[in-house]
């Protein structure tokens, strides 16, 4: 829409420019990951089938595996494609930095969607993508509102947002142990959120949030270097 409105100026300097832009675009787009991955779960239960489903002798984890695998792979070309239609107005050389901030926003969508497949099959009610999708866009804006003090943008904890908080010139990029910090905290929430939306036990369910916290220690390692945060250098 934005290319369709003559608007392409805000990335169409360099391939960094656009892989960070559509990061930002991240802050709409992970909610309605989460909302649509909740409601996906809730299929059978509004088709009234789940007792039927119960009584096949597959077990219980290979008939949801297609509908994780189908919802990753839905997320993950919908966000190339975007990022395909982005590039067509790009001019100049494109970098070396780009690919990495990419691949971290496809498994940030990623584990939106398979989170929301967890939570959905937890809380198995016709509110919950609602409630999950409007909350968790509240949460992210809230997020921004509080990385900020005096108008700057305060790296560290910003960076566990599935979105980039603070601006980035075309003389700048993303600095690699900062996509890679970002890179295991969301593929730990993806791995959890799986973990939930398989799970067959009690026991199961709980392990769900061990994914998340061994994502969690590296991508701390990254948080309280501010330099990092801003990427400064890699221009084009």
Known sequence: MLALTGQTALWDQQWNLLAVFQRVMLVILW???LAAGSWQAGRDRRGRIE?????????????????????????????????????????????????????????????????????????????TPAVLGA???AALLAAIEAT???????????LLLPFFTSTLSEFQAVAGSVSSG?????????????????????????????????????AGLTCGDQAAALGIGGGR
């Open 31 to 33: 909610p309605l990951a």
């Open 51 to 127: 007792e039927l489903l119960g009584t096949t002798p597959a077990r219980g984890w290979r008939r949801m595996r297609p509908s994780a695998v189908a919802t990753a792979l839905c997320l993950a070309v919908g966000y190339l494609l975007v990022l395909a239609a982005g590039a067509a107005k790009v001019a100049g050389y494109p970098g070396d930095g780009w690919p990495a901030v990419t691949l971290v926003g496809v498994l940030a969508l990623v584990a939106a969607g398979w989170l929301g497949l967890g939570l959905g099959r937890l809380l198995p009610y016709a509110y």
């Open 135 to 137: 909350g968790s866009l």
């Open 148 to 158: 900020k003090r005096d108008d700057a943008t305060v790296p560290g904890p910003a």
């Open 182 to 218: 970002q890179a295991w905290w969301f593929g730990g929430l993806a791995a959890g959120g799986v973990v939930l939306y398989l799970a067959t036990s009690r026991l199961a369910r709980l392990l769900a949030v061990v994914p998340p916290a061994l994502g969690l220690a590296p």
